[in-house]
């Protein structure tokens, strides 16, 4: 039973949204997973009737809900539940350590887990499971009835841990949730310190979508495919974009680049989510793997060097277009599907400010480069801060401005143009060296794969370039060829010190490169030095 559309829900809400879609278009493909597929009128069935699942297992409003899974429809299903009822979803990052999977649990004082069997075993390897009581296995839709995990029971001490229980109750009706009510609680890295939960309301979720989707243009006739996490504010806005757009919202369980292209070609996909580190990944891969018959014309691509987008469309016939939003903001800044300029963000979009400034706040001009600060006029647009962590919240939001932490440039026609995270800039010999640029260098070189520029301890008492690259299967690099290589490609003060030749560079479940656990791990690391080469430095 679809519950009745009721006018005095406002209008940005999750609810809102899905049943304004099912009222439009109750028929209307809306979702794609695998070989499961779903209209508008029944995914809000799925919805209404896991709520009522939750509530059935005492689940409350304001209550969390961890998820620890890959990408399915059960997962997507406990994600808008949890909104449709005025809970809250907390989707985890699969590839957590234990012990930031434990400050996550502990910090959102979730009592229900949904896991996958990957995401059990997560939890068996915890020491204590925070305020955890209850662990339910998600169905898997491919498996026997019993989910296909076999007897859990005691798979993890103390707590109950069993199947979800089965969709065959009734639905509920939407609970009287606001746009500023809190919908999930999304946890950064936690690169610098422990992950901080961003609280995202209700209308941070329409803002994205509307905003994206008219940004990009997006008809009934799209199909908008993600690989991406959904524990990713990337991909949870994707599909509101669909929602809002009347488009077919395709998600795969996992990126995998040999199967990409021939999944693109089966979901019917005209436009695609990608990272940069993505971008090269694809572009290395066997062209046998690619799948001529696919439909994408386009991919958001934030931070995608600008070589590789000419390679890209070239190779692939997909249009990378690059834009600026985080877990905490929103789509603020974006390319004109129509008017690409690689190596750029994009301009500013209607109903955000932008401003450059220093290391006081204050703004700086065209040309120069310092912190992006960013503010919203639309209502709720914005994340509400960070869950039980006021201090931080009140930095991040120092002076009502969001402090990205990303160094920046507006150029004089009002294009943005990113230069690196300012945790990300080396300080060496009184310079200061970006990180980014160090790695472009390096990515140019033809058996150079990825690489990653990071600042390392000096005996001088500032800092020295470390650079880690991935070198290219089969191939052999020289350390000292491929300084010599970069010499005319950087100033003589960004020119790394150390080097690190690495079969594969680790990498984050979104794909990007871990720069915390090279750090972490820099002294260790089997590397070349040009001081003790004898190599000027």
């Known amino acids: 039973m679809i519950p009745r559309l009721d006018r005095s829900l406002q209008e940005c809400t999750i609810p809102a949204m899905l049943l304004r879609r099912a009222e439009e278009a109750p028929e209307s493909p809306l979702v794609r997973c695998g070989a499961h597929s779903r209209g508008a009128r029944e995914q809000i069935d799925a919805v209404s009737r896991t709520a009522g699942i939750l509530q059935r297992q005492g689940v409350s409003r304001g209550d969390r809900v961890a998820l620890l899974s890959v990408n399915s429809l059960p997962m997507l299903d406990v994600i808008l539940a949890a909104a449709w009822m005025g809970a809250v979803a907390v989707p985890l990052n699969t590839a957590l350590t234990p012990a930031q999977l434990r400050h996550a649990l502990t910090n959102s004082g979730a009592q229900l887990i949904c896991v996958d069997a990957a995401g059990l075993q997560s939890l068996t390897a915890l020491d204590d499971y925070a305020e955890l009581t209850t662990v339910w296995m998600l169905p898997n839709p491919t498996s026997t009835a019993d989910g296909g995990h076999g007897d859990v029971a005691d798979a993890v001490p103390g707590l109950s ?21 809190i919908a999930a609680i999304l946890y950064t890295s936690g690169t610098t310190g422990p992950a901080k939960g961003v609280l995202c309301p209700h209308a941070q979720f329409y803002w994205w979508g509307r905003n994206m989707a008219e940004h990009m243009g997006f008809t009934a006739d799209d199909v908008l495919f993600t690989t991406l996490p959904l524990f990713h504010t990337n991909a949870l806005n994707a599909f509101m974009q669909a929602v809002v757009s009347g488009a077919t919202f395709a998600v795969a369980e996992r990126f995998s680049a040999s199967t990409f292209w021939s999944q693109a070609a089966q979901t019917g996909a005209t436009f695609t989510y990608l990272l940069g580190a993505m971008v090269g990944i694809l572009l290395n891969r066997s062209q046998e793997e690619f799948d001529p018959a696919h439909r994408v014309r386009a991919a958001l691509s934030p931070a995608t060097p600008a070589r590789m987008v000419e390679e890209f469309r070239d190779r692939f016939g997909v249009t990378l277009l690059d834009g600026f939003g985080s877990t905490e ?33 204050s703004a700086l001009p065209d040309g120069q480069a310092g912190e992006l600060l960013l503010r919203s006029a639309q209502p709720a647009a914005f994340a ?18 969001f402090h990205t932490g990303d160094r920046v440039v507006r150029e004089s026609d009002g ?45 001088l008492g ?11 299967p089969g191939a052999a690099v020289e350390p000292a060829e491929l300084i010599t290589f970069l010499e005319p490609r950087l100033p003589y003060f960004a020119v790394p010190r150390y080097l690190t030749l ?36």
């Open 462 to 472: 500032e800092e020295e370039v470390q650079l880690s690259i991935e070198v290219r």
């Open 161 to 181: 841990v069993g199947p979800m229980p089965t969709v065959d109750g009734p639905g509920v009706e939407p609970a009287d949730v606001g746009p500023g009510g």
């Open 329 to 361: 903001t929103n789509f603020v800044i974006g390319v004109p599907r129509d008017e690409p300029r690689p190596g750029y963000m994009g301009v500013q979009l209607e109903g955000f400010e932008a401003r450059v400034a220093d290391e006081h706040g």
């Open 502 to 537: 690495e079969d594969e560079l680790p990498r984050t479940a979104n794909g990007k490169v871990s720069k915390a656990v090279l750090r972490a791990a820099a002294g260790d690391l089997k590397r070349w030095d040009r001081q003790r080469e004898g190599q000027r430095v």
């Open 415 to 459: 294009w943005f143009r990113f230069v690196d995270r300012i945790k990300d800039i080396i300080r060496r010999r009184g310079e200061n060296i970006s990180s980014l640029e160090v790695e472009e260098a390096a990515r140019a070189h033809d058996d150079v794969v990825d690489a990653a520029a990071y600042a390392v301890a000096s005996e």
């Open 384 to 401: 509400r801060g960070y869950f039980n962590m006021p201090e931080e919240t009140v930095g991040a939001w120092d002076d009502l401005w």
